[in-house]
């Protein structure tokens, strides 16, 4: 053995050097490379920058290479080199220099003549001054000395001013010609320059980001509320460039960059606030998107990043860009999800109802139609929200005998049996009165707006349909169906109608219903409903008070993946998303039990044991896929954190006003008879035009303009054709759904024009807020009266609440940008009238004398108090007495100048042309006009009550 | 140099000719119709008659302004069925020729009065584009209402004595209404080609000077809808073109299951 000392431990020392040496080598590369997967990324980025600008610079270069061009360009050169030649040729050359000679001569001139000029004026100045120093003292001979050499002086000043305008003039002539001889070369170089100029632009750009490229380096946002900070960018470098590099990610800039981008600035906003995922983190892709094991918040991609909209946006907002989730408020809303499901923000419409109370079920529809729909809703109604319970026949009939046995109301009668005319006369009613805004007597319209009709003679008791009809709300205070104010005939007329619609082949089963009476049976269908939890969306007498029976779902989004109960179904289920087990990807594990719910509610329960009342109870809502990534969106993104005050954007103002107008508008569906819109159409050359398609053929359409276009010359009010070649986008006007059904049956039935049918239809309220008073819209909106003795279809009185009404006259107002609630009417004051007066001695009886004169006769058509015109009511024209309160006075003065520019299609005709009635009303159309509209505003008591006539008394 | 020049022509005849397509747009004469001479042209011939039960003659309620207007209630003009059963007042008309004889147009404007609260001619034919006087004879005031879809609509009341005088440049069959007297009405035929006629009391009908060719020749009335037949003009010869129109059911109101 030996010594120690002796012993060489080279060997040693050298693997240890070497491990050493590798540990660093390896230390600094992952430091250095490994670590910083973003900056291939950037610099990747940066190339394809690069290489796009080098991409234009070739097509330019190969464009400026291109024979044609090449032809062109050395064109103009020749011309350029002929152009120099011709100006260095001795003649011109000579002709040049002379000219050059003489301007300098010309110069050499003009200093000192301009120079004496000031010499003099100066000179005079200083006269001018003794003159005045003489004259206080008094020394005559000097003063009449000084006014000599000033006007000496004044007429030297005059001799030079000539002298220089001349040169001048002269110069100028001589530099112009001067700039002759250069003129041609000028011109072609300038024209050569223009065509090299992208190439320059081009060739600047690529030299820029060749050498000028910025360092690699981390970009961050630090958004200092949130404490957290954003390096999302470090990858996505061009995410918020105009023009994207390339379609690859993170290359690309961000799709619909105008709307999301531009509205949240990413040095704002970061990306986190909307995409979520782990912000900070720059080691690798998968960190970054937060696609780590147990990373609470995985990024958002694609529309789910929709799911952060309502983090700081009001749910009833319509979002530009939140096109996704503002459907699925809506359908939460529909499908009345909160009825079971506490979910903040939901159900705050207290007036509202999500299905129909129970109470009177046994007067209104008959017990084996209750059984059968119990059992499966949408085999009736394929358009209904009531979802499945999948409920047996037994479970079924329980239910049945419990909502029966607390039911309070009639006992129907036998059904009865109506003839043909009774039948007819029902339907000429539902088709005229508006049903058909709302509901839909045929079975593939679907759900319209309200419940369709098509099998509603299966389900309702004859008696009850018309006690409904007289007044919905009696039986269902909460109902939105409105009250059409029909009489008990009419109602009978309708119900009887209502009841012959059943599907084909319908036969009524006569059972033996003993059960429904079985105190036994009902104690059973009391546990059921229980269980189900019907009472979340129905009212059932005894129930009133019983809580929610589903989760709270106001923080889904944030809910904890261990509580979500996949039950035996978890490995399929997140196989199908590609995960092994939950915690690989929190996120999209909850987004697939989301999904898994929505379209199978039940399914958890699968090969599990379980007593009945332990089994899931949600119901299926026989949901589209659409349907459910859209809910799932929405659920996704209720979520338990809250941001700073400063992130949140608070509707105010006319947005908000707007937005809850929206609100009750859908509510009520206005938009069923409606028309709030018209048709907008964008044309080459981004000329948009606005007003009414009246007609479309195969290459064109007929377009009437409801506003001037400058850019097509035409007023509002001509009809144009155009080529549907130059149209590049088309939005069609919203509403007025049972505008084609009016039509079609003035048209078909009582042989009209089409054009003339559409005066039938109920009013277009595009610019309503400019014409009425919110005021009088209000109480109108409250009680509604008949306005219009030429329609059939009414306006219903709805009952809506006083706060409903206000925010619909609200809504109006804003839209048009007019003053709420109070507006200053000068036209029924005293002192406005007294003005006029003196102004135009009779002027209000002047007034009254075109109103009155045979070639305008206003009474002819209107009715005004209690006066009516000949005729039939049906031919009249709106109640003048009306207009004081109701409208407002510059829309009538618009409204009488030109009738069809307001409404298209009115029978309302224009009267005031340039030079008419002068005899009766000198003046303007405008003056003319305006003295109506102040008789209007203030109409004399006499002209609205009848006149006894001489014959009378 | 002469590349230049060429340029400058095609850039020239581009733009004119996107001009003229852009004026023809706005225009709306996208078919136009090409004058000429017909030597030897054929002739069209027919009646046109009603066929199944005549319906009774509607009387118009005259229930306004009873002083002018007041006479007993006269007879509808919306359906005009002589006894033998032929139908006054079918608007016969060649639909597809884009070339034949000289489109004539009136010297004077033609009009429509109105008079004892009724227009008068109730249908009119206008050669497209030319100007029609509308006038009013009566000592009330009417309102001219034109019902049209392509030609800009108007609505205008007119003064006892005067007159409204409006161009019509699109091809179109307008029903007018005077919405104060709402049993006055009247049509105007705007035609994009001269081979139109009216019939005569008898249901008789003649339109001369078609070059040879098929074509569809039209019936048109305004209670009876329209009829058309194909037909084949010879040089020379005179072309049998009878037409035979019918009431049509009218649908009931109720909607139903018949979609």
């Keep these: 053995m030996k010594k120690e000392e002796e012993k060489s431990f080279l060997?040693?020392?050298?693997?240890?050097?070497?491990?050493l040496a590798a540990t660093n080598v390896g230390a600094l590369w992952n430091e250095i490379v490994g670590k910083r997967p973003w900056k291939h990324y950037q610099s990747r980025f940066y190339e394809l920058e690069y290489e796009k600008a080098k991409k234009k610079y070739d097509a330019a270069v190969l464009k400026f290479g291109q024979p044609e061009e090449q032809y062109m360009y050395k064109a103009v050169q020749r011309k350029i080199d002929e152009a120099k030649e011709e100006f260095e040729s001795p003649e011109v050359q000579d002709e040049y220099k002379k000219a050059l000679e003489e301007l300098r001569t010309l110069e050499e001139e003009l200093s000192p003549l301009r120079f004496e000029a000031i010499v003099t004026r100066n000179r005079m100045l200083e006269k001018k001054y003794l003159y005045g120093k003489y004259k206080k003292?008094?020394?005559?001979?000097?003063?009449?000395?000084?006014?000599?050499?000033?006007?000496?002086?004044?007429?030297?000043?005059?001799?030079?001013?000539?002298?220089?305008?001349?040169?001048?003039?002269?110069?100028?002539?001589?530099?112009?010609?001067?700039?002759?001889?250069?003129?041609?070369?000028?011109?072609?170089?300038?024209?050569?320059?223009?065509?090299?100029?992208?190439?320059?632009?081009?060739?600047?750009?690529?030299?820029?980001?060749?050498?000028?490229?910025?360092?690699?380096?981390?970009?961050?946002?630090?958004?200092?509320?949130?404490?957290?900070?954003?390096?999302?960018?470090?990858?996505?470098?061009?995410?918020?460039?105009?023009?994207?590099?390339?379609?690859?990610?993170?290359?690309?800039?961000?799709?619909?960059?105008?709307?999301?981008?531009?509205?949240?600035?990413?040095?704002?906003?970061?990306?986190?606030?909307?995409?979520?995922?782990?912000?900070?983190?720059?080691?690798?892709?998968?960190?970054?998107?937060?696609?780590?094991?147990?990373?609470?918040?995985?990024?958002?991609?694609?529309k789910m990043a929709q799911s952060s909209c309502i983090r700081c946006h009001d749910k009833g907002e319509e979002l530009v860009g939140g096109e996704e989730i503002a459907k699925a408020v809506k359908l939460f809303d529909e499908l009345g999800c909160y009825g079971c499901h506490e979910t903040k923000g939901f159900g705050r419409d207290k007036s509202k109802m999500i299905g129909p109370d129970l109470i009177e079920i046994s007067s209104k529809v008959n017990p084996a139609w209750l059984v059968s729909w119990l059992k499966g809703p949408k085999n009736f109604r394929p358009s209904t929200r009531m979802p499945d319970f999948i409920l047996e026949e037994k479970e079924a009939k329980a239910i049945t005998a419990y909502l029966w046995q607390q039911s309070e109301g009639f006992t129907p009668g036998e059904r009865e049996e109506f003839d043909e005319d009774t039948i007819d006369e029902g339907a000429y009613i539902f088709e005229s009165v508006g049903c058909l805004a709302c509901h839909s007597d045929v079975e593939e319209d679907g759900k319209v707006y309200g419940p369709n009709l098509a099998r509603i003679g299966e389900k309702v008791n004859y008696e009850f349909l018309v006690s409904w009809l007289l007044k919905p709300k009696a039986h269902q205070p909460k109902t939105r169906m409105p009250d059409f104010r029909l009489d008990e005939e009419d109602a009978q007329y309708l119900a009887a109608y209502l009841t012959t619609l059943k599907s084909e082949g319908y036969e009524e089963r006569l059972e033996e219903l003993e059960w429904l009476n079985s105190q036994e049976v009902a104690g059973l269908g009391e546990k059921l409903i229980f269980r189900d939890g019907c009472f979340g969306c129905h009212k059932i007498e005894g129930m009133e008070d019983k809580s929610k029976i589903g989760v709270e779902l106001t923080q889904i989004g944030s809910k904890n993946i261990h509580l979500f109960d996949f039950g035996l179904m978890e490995k399929e289920i997140l196989g199908g998303v590609g995960l092994k087990h939950a915690a690989e990807n929190i996120g999209e594990a909850r987004h697939a039990w989301i999904n898994a719910k929505l379209s199978d509610p039940r399914q958890f329960d699968k090969g599990r044991y379980k007593m009945p009342e332990d089994r899931l109870r949600m119901p299926n809502f026989g949901l589209t896929e659409d349907e459910i990534k859209e809910l799932s969106i929405l659920l996704t993104g209720m979520r338990e954190e809250e941001l700073p005050e400063s992130y949140i954007a608070k509707l105010k103002g006319s947005k908000k006003y707007l937005v809850e107008g929206k609100r009750v508008i859908d509510k009520f569906n206005c938009q069923g008879c409606h028309q709030f819109s018209i048709d907008t159409l964008t044309l080459k050359g981004a000329n948009e035009i606005k007003g009414m398609v009246k007609l479309e053929e195969e290459d064109s359409l007929f377009f009437q303009l409801w506003e001037d276009n400058e850019r097509l010359d035409r007023k509002a009010g001509e009809t144009i054709q155009i080529s549907k070649e130059q149209i590049k986008n088309r939005i069609k006007s919203e509403g007025g759904d049972i505008a084609s059904f009016i039509i079609d049956y003035h048209v078909e039935v009582e042989g009209r024009v089409a054009e003339e049918a559409r005066v039938f239809t109920p009013p277009v309220l595009y610019g309503e807020g400019k014409k009425v008073r919110s005021a009088w819209l209000f109480d109108f909106l409250e009680e509604p009266v008949g306005l219009r003795p030429w329609l059939d279809v009414r306006m219903p009185t709805f009952k809506m609440t006083e706060h409903e009404a206000t925010i619909l006259?609200?809504?109006?107002?804003?839209?048009?940008?007019?003053?709420?609630?109070?507006?200053?009417?000068?036209?029924?004051?005293?002192?406005?009238?007294?003005?006029?007066?003196?102004?135009?001695?009779?002027?209000?009886?002047?007034?009254?004398?075109?109103?009155?004169?045979?070639?305008?006769?206003c009474a002819s058509c209107h009715v005004r108090g209690d006066i009516t015109p000949e005729g039939e009511p049906s031919d009249w024209a709106p109640d003048l007495s009306l207009a004081r309160n109701r409208l407002k006075a510059d829309w009538i003065v618009r409204w009488l100048l030109d009738p069809q520019l307001i409404q298209p299609g009115t029978k309302m005709p224009k009267f005031f042309r340039e030079g008419v009635f002068q005899d009766?009303?000198?003046?303007?159309?405008?003056?003319?006009?305006?003295?109506?509209?102040?008789?209007?505003?203030?109409?004399?008591?006499?002209?609205?009550?009848?006149q006894r006539t001489e014959t009378d008394e | 140099?002469?590349?230049?020049?060429?340029?400058?022509?095609?850039?020239?005849?581009?733009?004119?000719?996107?001009?003229?397509?852009?004026?023809?747009?706005?225009?709306?004469?996208?078919?136009?119709?090409?004058?000429?001479?017909?030597?030897?042209?054929?002739?069209?011939?027919?009646?046109?008659?009603?066929?199944?039960?005549?319906?009774?003659?509607?009387?118009?309620?005259?229930?306004?302004?009873?002083?002018?207007?007041?006479?007993?209630?006269?007879?509808?003009?919306?359906?005009?069925?002589?006894?033998?059963?032929?139908?006054?007042?079918?608007?016969?008309?060649?639909?597809?020729?884009?070339?034949?004889?000289?489109?004539?147009?009136?010297?004077?404007?033609?009009?429509?009065?109105?008079?004892?609260?009724?227009?008068?001619?109730?249908?009119?034919?206008?050669?497209?584009?030319?100007?029609?006087?509308?006038?009013?004879?009566?000592?009330?005031?009417?309102?001219?209402?034109?019902?049209?879809?392509?030609?800009?609509?108007?609505?205008?009341?007119?003064?006892?004595?005067?007159?409204?005088?409006?161009?019509?440049?699109?091809?179109?069959?307008?029903?007018?209404?005077?919405?104060?007297?709402?049993?006055?009405?009247?049509?105007?035929?705007?035609?994009?080609?001269?081979?139109?006629?009216?019939?005569?009391?008898?249901?008789?009908?003649?339109?001369?000077?078609?070059?040879?060719?098929?074509?569809?020749?039209?019936?048109?009335?305004?209670?009876l809808g329209r009829v058309a037949q194909e037909i084949t003009v010879k040089a020379g010869e005179e072309t049998k073109a009878d037409f035979e129109m019918t009431k049509k059911e009218k649908r009931k109101r109720r909607r139903r299951k018949e979609k």
């Design chain 1, 809 to 857: 006259a609200r809504y109006f107002a804003t839209l048009e940008g007019e003053r709420y609630p109070f507006e200053y009417v000068k036209e029924t004051k005293a002192k406005y009238i007294e003005e006029k007066e003196r102004e135009m001695p009779g002027y209000l009886a002047m007034a009254r004398h075109l109103f009155e004169s045979k070639d305008v006769n």
């Design chain 2, 1 to 223: 140099m002469s590349k230049f020049i060429i340029r400058y022509v095609c850039l020239i005849a581009v733009v004119t000719i996107s001009l003229i397509l852009l004026f023809h747009n706005s225009k709306g004469i996208m078919a136009a119709y090409e004058e000429g001479d017909v030597s030897n042209g054929g002739t069209i011939t027919g009646t046109v008659k009603f066929v199944g039960d005549v319906p009774e003659v509607k009387m118009l309620n005259m229930d306004k302004d009873r002083e002018t207007c007041g006479h007993d209630p006269s007879p509808s003009e919306a359906l005009l069925i002589s006894p033998d059963k032929t139908i006054k007042n079918v608007v016969v008309s060649i639909q597809n020729i884009s070339k034949g004889k000289k489109f004539e147009r009136p010297a004077e404007n033609p009009s429509i009065d109105q008079k004892g609260c009724i227009f008068i001619p109730h249908v009119k034919m206008i050669p497209q584009g030319s100007t029609i006087d509308l006038l009013n004879s009566d000592d009330v005031m009417h309102n001219l209402h034109s019902w049209s879809m392509k030609n800009t609509a108007f609505n205008e009341g007119v003064a006892g004595g005067g007159k409204l005088a409006k161009t019509f440049e699109f091809s179109e069959t307008i029903k007018m209404t005077c919405d104060v007297h709402k049993w006055m009405s009247a049509w105007i035929i705007v035609q994009n080609n001269p081979y139109y006629t009216l019939t005569g009391e008898n249901g008789k009908f003649r339109i001369e000077d078609v070059p040879p060719g098929t074509y569809t020749l039209r019936a048109w009335q305004e209670s």
């Design chain 1, 11 to 19: 060997g040693l020392f050298v693997l240890l050097a070497f491990i």
């Design chain 1, 137 to 302: 003292e008094e020394e005559n001979v000097k003063v009449e000395d000084a006014v000599l050499s000033i006007i000496n002086l004044d007429e030297k000043n005059k001799d030079l001013t000539e002298k220089i305008k001349y040169i001048v003039e002269r110069r100028a002539r001589l530099q112009k010609k001067l700039e002759g001889f250069k003129s041609k070369i000028n011109r072609y170089t300038k024209y050569l320059e223009s065509h090299e100029i992208s190439i320059h632009k081009y060739k600047e750009a690529m030299e820029r980001l060749g050498s000028r490229r910025p360092q690699l380096q981390v970009y961050q946002v630090r958004l200092e509320e949130l404490n957290e900070v954003d390096r999302c960018m470090t990858c996505h470098v061009g995410i918020n460039e105009k023009k994207s590099v390339s379609e690859e990610q993170p290359y690309s800039s961000h799709p619909r960059r105008e709307v999301y981008l531009g509205k949240h600035p990413p040095e704002e906003f970061g990306c986190v606030l909307c995409h979520e995922g782990q912000a900070r983190a720059t080691t690798s892709v998968d960190k970054a998107h937060g696609e780590v094991e147990y990373w609470l918040k995985p990024m958002y991609k694609g």
């Design chain 1, 920 to 946: 009766i009303f000198p003046g303007t159309p405008e003056e003319q006009a305006e003295a109506l509209k102040d008789l209007l505003m203030n109409l004399p008591e006499e002209m609205l009550k009848e």
